[in-house]
């Protein structure tokens, strides 16, 4: 009998995803996923939607992240970002009822060099 170790999944649905929580490096909690962004012409995930901030657990702010930036944790169910906490309450963001209506790549261009993350268009 030979050892055989637990395969991670190599394909996981957005539903799954959406509503796990985001913890950075240190376990500092960071939010949840609120969306999944799919860049139409390429068929690459582009970004995540985070919830982050807010007042008794009702989430206000919400971040584009860079989805080249999130590690799936599959075994303990939440997503590791490695961000501290102060550069994300810094970031770009918008309010929960104005989503940008249209995103472009100059839009999102914005985020990647905020975090410094190369862009994969």
Known sequence: MSDQKELQPQFLS???????????SAGEDLGVIEEIMID???GQIAYAVLS????LGIRNKLFVIPWGMLAVDTENEKIILDV?????????GFDKDNWPTKP???WL???YVYY????YW
């Open 14 to 24: 957005s539903s799954t995803l959406i509503g796990d929580p985001v913890t950075n």
């Open 40 to 42: 139409l012409e390429n």
């Open 52 to 55: 982050f901030g807010g007042f």
């Open 84 to 92: 501290d906490k102060e550069a994300l309450e810094d970031a770009p």
């Open 104 to 106: 472009t790549r100059d």
């Open 109 to 111: 261009e914005t985020v």
């Open 116 to 119: 410094e993350f190369p862009q």
